[in-house]
């Protein structure tokens, strides 16, 4: 009971003595110039907007383990499918692509939406030794269907204008309003993935997200009609002025001389600030909804049925139903984290959807922070990501440290080559070091 008691007593400074302590760091970042800080607020600013953002996408898969226990291991597919939308709702429509197949391609969508509609009433209405055949033979004729009327459309798209296009292109609608569609996305692959795997073994679930996660980032990398594929969509619209527009502007340039800063670099500032302030305002308000959640009697419940399942069945909780509410919310909370993340970066690049990246990298900032407390992934996901990034940096100035005795040859030079690397080294140490002295986290759930 001491342990405990000395443990509540300390939780309410520790969460505040380490936001600050990460504070310090993004100043020291942002002001000190030395082997170790770039002494850039550009840098610091850069490093701080992706951090926000990844405390979004961590916050999203708290939601899934740390209210529910749910083990998400396709992060990145979500992700994908958030970043996907600023592409097809913000970007200008491609000229001649509908024309060449778009309606075309949005039937063959409803036919294979109204097959497996068909093969889902098919296998609950029938019985007897007519079922599997008659299940069998919707799913190959709406296949073939299917087929039928996508592949002409998709080559006619791709065909039009391949060179600087060959996509369908989007609504042209403003940037801001892809946010919320990226998080309807990836909420609705994860009713369809919730539906098939939240009824099975804990295991199944990781095992389907691990699965859907590289599908979509598969059909993102190869579907040219749909975001170009590999050939990547750049250009992307933004929330906020570009910086030569800044620039350019006569009253901008003497506000920055006001600052005592040249142009460039006070334009640079200032477009980072107005993202870290939307990004900002969307976590706060993320995390106010999700405190209120936790704190509801639907939040009891959902800790409930984590921590004894059988026990919440026994008092008459639908388990699978809720796991099902709170695995789509989390997704969506990921999606979103994609859309904000492609607006940031005004680039739809497939291939930089790695899982190391976006998939381990998440989980090591939920459990590094704390599960089942929200700020604690707040806080997990913007020191991690700060680390990861500076890793590459103090990497290499401490091998030098290290190689310094040493005589110039060929291990000293290996040595130093691979320093760089040294992120995936640090990390483990870091997650390591939090498993054995905080086992519940940097702020665990109270």
């Given at each position: 009971m001491s342990n405990t008691r000395q443990a509540d007593t300390a939780s309410p400074w520790r969460a505040p003595l380490l936001f600050l302590i990460l504070a310090a760091l993004f100043f020291a970042e942002g002001t000190f110039r030395?082997?170790?800080?770039?002494?850039?607020?550009?840098?610091?600013?850069?490093?701080?907007?992706?951090?926000?953002?990844?405390?979004?996408?961590?916050?999203?898969?708290?939601?899934?383990?740390?209210?529910?226990?749910?083990?998400?291991?396709?992060?990145v597919g979500f992700l994908a499918l958030g970043g996907l939308a600023p592409v097809l709702v913000s970007t200008a429509p491609v000229e001649g692509a509908w024309q060449a197949g778009g309606p075309r391609v949005i039937l063959a969508l409803l036919v294979g939406l109204g097959t497996l509609v068909l093969a889902a009433l098919v296998w609950k209405r029938l019985r007897g030794a007519m079922r599997v055949p008659a299940l069998l033979a919707v799913l190959v004729?709406?296949?073939?269907?299917?087929?039928?009327?996508?592949?002409?459309?998709?080559?006619?798209?791709?065909?039009?204008?391949?060179?600087?296009?060959?996509?369908?292109?989007?609504?042209?609608?403003?940037?801001?309003?892809?946010?919320?569609?990226?998080?309807?996305?990836?909420?609705?692959?994860?009713?369809?993935?919730?539906?098939?795997?939240?009824?099975?073994?804990?295991?199944?679930?990781?095992?389907?997200?691990?699965?859907?996660?590289?599908?979509?980032?598969a059909v993102m990398r190869n579907e040219e009609w749909l975001s170009r594929g590999v050939k990547n969509v750049s250009g992307l619209p933004r929330p906020v002025p570009y910086e030569l527009e800044l620039q350019n502007?006569?009253?901008?340039?003497?506000?920055?001389?006001?600052?005592?800063?040249?142009?460039?670099?006070?334009?640079?500032?200032?477009?980072?600030?107005?993202?870290?302030?939307?990004?900002?305002?969307?976590?706060?308000?993320?995390?106010?909804?999700?405190?209120?959640?936790?704190?509801?009697?639907?939040g009891r419940m959902m800790r409930a049925i984590r921590d004894n399942e059988t026990a919440a069945a026994a008092m008459g909780k639908d388990v699978t139903r809720r796991h099902l509410q709170i695995f789509v919310i989390g997704s969506a909370v990921i999606g979103l984290a994609g859309a904000m993340m492609i607006t940031l970066d005004g680039l739809l690049s497939p291939n930089s959807f790695n899982p190391l990246r976006y998939t381990f990298l998440?989980?090591?900032?939920?459990?590094?922070?704390?599960?089942?407390?929200?700020?604690?992934?707040?806080?997990?996901?913007?020191?991690?990501?700060?680390?990861?990034?500076?890793?590459?940096?103090?990497?290499?100035?401490?091998?030098?440290?290290?190689?310094?005795?040493?005589?110039?040859?060929?291990?000293r030079n290996h040595l130093l080559g691979s320093a760089p690397h040294m992120r995936f080294i640090a990390l483990g140490l870091v997650l390591l070091l939090v498993l054995r002295f905080a086992p519940r986290g940097l702020v665990p759930e109270k």
């Open positions: 030395n082997a170790l800080f770039s002494g850039s607020w550009n840098t610091a600013l850069a490093i701080l907007n992706m951090g926000l953002i990844s405390a979004v996408m961590a916050l999203g898969v708290n939601m899934q383990w740390g209210y529910a226990g749910l083990f998400n291991a396709g992060v004729l709406g296949f073939i269907l299917y087929r039928f009327l996508f592949d002409p459309a998709v080559i006619a798209i791709e065909a039009n204008n391949s060179a600087s296009a060959g996509n369908i292109g989007g609504l042209g609608w403003p940037i801001l309003l892809s946010w919320p569609v990226g998080a309807l996305f990836a909420a609705a692959a994860a009713w369809g993935v919730g539906k098939v795997a939240l009824g099975l073994r804990s295991d199944y679930l990781a095992i389907a997200t691990l699965g859907i996660g590289e599908i979509i980032v502007s006569a009253d901008f340039v003497a506000r920055a001389a006001n600052w005592g800063m040249d142009p460039a670099t006070a334009s640079g500032i200032w477009v980072k600030l107005l993202y870290a302030g939307l990004f900002t305002a969307v976590l706060l308000l993320l995390i106010l909804l999700a405190e209120l959640a936790l704190k509801s009697p639907w998440i989980w090591v900032m939920v459990i590094v922070g704390g599960s089942g407390n929200n700020w604690g992934a707040v806080l997990g996901a913007i020191l991690i990501w700060f680390l990861w990034i500076k890793a590459e940096v103090w990497g290499p100035e401490l091998m030098r440290l290290i190689t310094a005795p040493m005589p110039d040859g060929s291990l």
